[in-house]
């Protein structure tokens, strides 16, 4: 399979605990995307890296979110000291080139804090 | 930030039935305009707009961008009861990330 993939698929944490989600872009993908989306609502963004430079941040994100993408192939995002409000499905994509291109989704992990 | 708003919410048609589904969007910094269709998990791509006036058509599907007007429009022709699903604008700018509208929930009734 070329396609984003994402680990886990789903994930059920208690508030207060730190979680790690990957993502492994279509391989020859330079850019590679977080998003968040929760019931009725469109994909929220998050941030976004070329390589393995993160070019841009939501202000919406606060800092117990953390992303990296080392070796400009595969991403994580931590959230530390989760609450509530951050359950959501978090989305990974990734494109090839600069700004004009579609991206690729993976199927996400749902994230539940209980 | 750029919004990005779709109309209508929500939408229920039978088999057969023709649709027009609506995007408008602010028009800082922009580069394209895209239509994904989400069933239950990761959006796929349908269609990216750059230039006014010209159609993107893939079988029963077409959109066209009007960027005069900041507007768009995705066209289901004889729908069938696998178009169902929510159907994402989102619009690209200079710097790379999209802005997604909240999507239009699409059911196509047998």
């Known amino acids: 399979d070329t396609g984003v993939s994402q680990d886990p698929r789903h994930k059920i944490t208690k508030r207060g605990q730190n979680v790690t989600f990957r993502c492994d872009p279509i391989?020859?993908?330079?850019?590679l995307y977080w998003y968040r989306q929760t019931l009725g609502q469109g994909p929220e963004f998050l941030t976004y890296?070329?390589?393995?430079?993160?070019?841009?941040k939501s202000r919406l994100l606060s800092d117990r979110f953390s992303a990296e993408r080392p070796k400009g192939s595969f991403s994580t995002l931590e959230i530390q000291r989760t609450e509530q409000g951050d359950s959501a499905m978090y989305l990974c994509?990734?494109?090839?080139?600069?700004?004009?291109?579609?991206?690729?989704f993976g199927q996400g992990t749902r994230l539940t804090v209980v | 930030e750029d919004k990005v708003v779709q109309s209508p919410l929500s939408l229920v048609v039978h088999e057969g039935d023709t649709v027009t589904l609506n995007c408008s969007y602010e028009?800082?910094?922009?580069?394209?305009l895209l239509w994904y269709k989400q069933e239950k998990k990761a959006p796929t791509f349908l269609f990216m707009l750059?230039?006014?006036?010209i159609e993107k058509k893939s079988g029963r599907l077409s959109s066209i961008l009007d960027k005069k007007e900041l507007f768009s429009i995705l066209n289901i022709t004889a729908t069938q009861t696998g178009d169902s699903a929510v159907y994402l604008c989102?619009?690209?700018?200079?710097?790379?990330?999209?802005?997604f509208g909240d999507g239009t929930t699409l059911t196509v009734k047998p």
């Open positions: 028009v800082t910094n922009f580069r394209s």
């Open positions: 391989s020859e993908h330079n850019r």
């Open positions: 989102a619009e690209n700018t200079n710097a790379g990330k999209s802005t």
């Open positions: 750059t230039s006014s006036g």
């Open positions: 890296f070329q390589n393995e430079a993160q070019l841009e």
């Open positions: 994509a990734s494109s090839v080139g600069t700004v004009n291109t579609e991206a690729f």
